[in-house]
């Protein structure tokens, strides 16, 4: 049963992520990246990371992207239309990338055994890991990453700020 | 699984989500007459005794009226919206402890639909969804007046959201879990040095309490905060082009909303279903639990009420004001605060 839920939401989450990339309307892109973040955290709830499922929901579906919406709809972003231009060198350069990539992915599938970690069924729901040993973790073995990021986060804010202060002044 | 269980599962998740829609009936009802009580008028008196037969009435009106889908409007997005909006109220009341964990002929019912360690998290995840049912209906109306709506609701939710969770995460670091349930558990009882006073997280963190309390408001888009439909300026808002029961979804989602959120109030900072003194047993304790869960929720709804009767709207750049350069850092405060009373507690 878990396997079923399991792969059904890994292929609404590609299926809706390869629709983000085709799709001609923003808006609509959006919202097909939407189901497909919520597909993934579904399938964190099944990798016993609820933790990790609920932030994927609040982060990136609820924040993240609705600024995103926000933006196209202040902006009025229209459906892009094709201007009828070829680019064989892009065509050529993309495919080349889509091979690679797929390449890589087998290999990795094939090193690591494509199976699903953990055992869904007998883990009872206490058992389940704690945000709080992963709280403890972030702020003792990597907390040093954890200010690294938190450095850079802040670098990016000022970085905006300064930009959007320059367009201001002009 | 015998089929006991499978029953008491039932009950516990199936009840409260059709519990809760029809709540919205009597609550429309206590809306109209306390706010004709605040306006000193006598309010829908006419159908029924006390008018109590108005709200059904109205649901009759909104079901059999014509739905009418304009022509230029985005048809799927603009059909899933309302849905949208439906399923984000409701679904964020399945955490939610209503009542004690009570045994019954050798069962251990524990009062709440999924008891899930991320508790907390769960419901600020699911009501960050909510914003796309505003922001979708408002973009696929296809009118500027649902779009500016749309818009003001995405920016007011985002803004609102942060010093929403700050402040709860106040109670969070209090209760050192995200388990709605232990954060229930952790205010019974009263304070060691004050054994008249309960343990609700209300007294050590009053200033959480405010800034969350007010940026529910903007969250369930009532006023003084409910620009996204500000009657004055935008017609209605982002549901300007609905009708019959698609508008009625949204009316619906907003007193769900109300609910849910005077409910997490009870939960977060005023003990949930637990009184000083009250230890449940058996079924009858289970009921009073939740008679007592239900009581503190009620008393926020009503506030919810007399405040919207109270207040005028903001303007926006008040309202985006209040929430990025008062309430955020009084929710930053209020958490550096009970960091403080966190290390006082356990150096003791």
Do not use: C
């Not at chain 2, 929430?323 to 290390?343: E, M, Y």
């Amino acid at each position: 049963m878990e396997r079923l839920i399991f792969d059904a939401a890994a292929l609404v989450a590609i299926v809706f992520a390869g629709l983000m990339v085709a799709g001609r309307d923003p808006i609509k892109s959006v919202l097909a990246l939407a189901v497909s973040f919520f597909a993934l955290a579904v399938t964190y709830v099944l990798l016993l990371a609820p933790f990790i499922a609920a932030l994927q929901i609040i982060v990136y579906a609820g924040a993240i992207l609705v600024l995103f919406l926000f933006l196209i709809m202040l902006l009025n972003v229209g459906p892009e239309r094709p201007d009828g231009v070829r680019r064989p060198v892009q065509t050529f350069l993309g495919s080349l990338s889509v091979v690679v990539f797929a390449g890589l992915l087998l290999g990795m599938l094939r090193a690591s055994g494509a199976r699903l970690p953990g055992q869904p069924e007998a883990v009872a729901a206490d058992a389940l890991p704690d945000p709080k040993a992963l709280g403890r973790l972030l702020f003792s073995d990597y907390l040093l990453h954890f200010e690294a990021v938190s450095v850079l986060l802040l670098a990016a804010l000022v970085g905006a700020f300064v930009l959007a202060r320059r367009e201001n002044a002009q | 699984m015998t089929l006991v269980d499978g029953a008491i599962v039932v009950l516990r998740v199936v009840v409260p989500a059709l519990i809760l829609p029809a709540l919205v009936i009597p609550l429309v009802w206590v809306e109209r007459r306390v706010a004709a009580f605040i306006q000193d008028r006598p309010g829908p008196n006419r159908v029924g005794p006390f008018g109590l037969l108005q709200s059904p009435a109205d649901i009759i009106k909104l079901f059999t009226k014509e739905d009418v889908v304009p022509a230029a409007t985005d048809k799927f997005l603009f059909l899933l919206a309302p849905s949208l909006a439906v399923f984000a109220a409701l679904s964020t009341f399945a955490v939610v402890p209503y009542g004690p964990t009570i045994r019954v002929a050798g069962k251990v019912i524990p009062m709440v639909g999924a008891d899930v360690s991320v508790g907390l998290l769960y419901v600020f995840a699911i009501t960050s969804l909510s914003v796309y049912a505003i922001v979708l209906a408002g973009w696929s109306s296809n009118d500027k007046f649902s779009l500016l709506g749309g818009i003001r609701s995405s920016a007011q939710i985002i803004s609102y959201e942060l010093a929403m969770t700050t402040a709860a995460a106040g109670v969070v670091l209090a209760a050192g879990s995200f388990r709605l349930t232990d954060i229930v558990a952790m205010q019974e009882g009263t304070f060691r040095l004050l054994p008249v006073v309960p343990r609700w997280n209300f007294f050590p963190q009053v200033i959480g309490f405010i800034v969350f309390f007010v940026s529910a408001f903007a969250e369930t888009n009532r006023l003084p905060f409910d620009l996204p439909e500000a009657e004055a300026e935008l017609v209605a808002g982002y549901h300007t082009e609905y009708s019959a029961m698609r508008f009625g979804s949204y009316f619906l989602a907003e007193y769900i909303n109300v609910i849910v959120a005077s409910a997490m109030t009870a939960t977060l900072y005023f003990g949930g279903w637990s009184l000083p003194g009250f230890h449940p047993e058996g079924w009858l304790g289970g009921l009073l639990g939740l008679l007592i869960f239900a009581a503190k929720t009620a008393f926020f709804v009503l506030v919810f009420i007399w405040v919207r009767w109270t207040l005028p709207r903001f303007r926006y750049d008040q309202l985006m004001r209040l929430g990025w350069k008062t309430l955020l850092p009084l929710s930053l405060a209020n958490l550096l605060w009970v960091a403080l009373l966190a290390i006082w507690r356990t150096s003791r």
